[in-house]
């Protein structure tokens, strides 16, 4: 995540659609879960990887990740922009990725 240049931490968020506008699952995804469920059994690891419907709710800021933040007490979640100076800061880890048409995973 180092090598990042500063115009890239934002990039894993441009271009997605924003929540009102994702499109919901549908019976035709059907068989592209079930082929990526195939992935992932073969490889063992269906308890450490998942799907997740990929959307944003606002512009992330050049300079900016997203964080997730988690609550014991309330078990909430929240997740929200912080500069990137933080991930050392705050020894912040990726848990999540996408990926892109030229074949490299984004980290979000």
């Known amino acids: 995540m180092e090598n990042m240049k500063d115009e890239d931490w934002a990039k894993p968020y ?7 506008d994702v499109k919901e699952y549908t019976k035709e995804d059907e068989a592209l879960f079930k082929e990526i469920k195939e992935v992932l059994k073969k490889y063992n690891v ?5 799907i997740t419907l990929l959307h944003t709710h606002f512009p992330v800021k050049k300079g900016e990740i997203m964080v997730e933040h988690y609550n014991p007490e309330d078990k909430s979640q929240l997740t929200k922009p912080h500069p990137k100076e933080d991930i050392e800061k705050l020894g912040l880890v990726p848990i999540s990725w996408r990926f892109t048409d030229n074949d490299q995973t984004d980290e979000q």
């Open 46 to 50: 269906l308890d450490k990887f998942g």
């Open 14 to 20: 441009k271009n997605l659609p924003y929540i009102d």
